[in-house]
């Protein structure tokens, strides 16, 4: 099974920035593919990025791109969400999530708040 912790969330102004960490534990953890997504209030889930433990192959949602940044440190199965020039609407709730690449199963974060004041 794999298990995943997030940590970094907060309050922070508008313009400011925030680094969420996805700390991962399990047997095979190499066989899955990371992301985070997050959560409005009154929305549904969205993905927000993607990454293989490779570093390569990185994705973003078009309302993120040039402003956040995936990436993982693999002796510390950890996976980052560097968000720069933060806005009002990414305030949500920020989830950490792993995809198995075979079975396609996902394991979730309990979730971490991130809220932006203008």
């Known amino acids: 099974q794999v298990q995943l912790v997030e940590s970094g969330g907060g309050l922070v102004q508008a313009g400011g920035s925030l680094r969420l960490s996805c700390a991962a534990s399990g047997r095979t953890i190499s066989n899955y593919v990371m992301g985070w997504f997050r959560q409005a209030p009154g929305k549904e889930r969205e993905l927000v990025a993607t990454?293989?433990?490779?570093?390569?192959?990185?994705t973003y949602a078009d309302s993120v791109k040039g402003r956040f940044t995936i990436s993982t440190d693999n002796a510390k199965n950890t996976v980052y969400l560097q968000m720069n020039s933060l806005k009002p609407e990414d305030t949500a709730v920020y989830y950490c999530?792993?995809?198995?690449?075979?079975?396609?199963?996902?394991?979730w974060g309990q979730g971490t708040q991130v809220t932006v004041s203008s």
């Open positions: 990454i293989r433990w490779t570093g390569d192959r990185a």
């Open positions: 999530n792993a995809r198995g690449m075979v079975t396609k199963r996902d394991y």
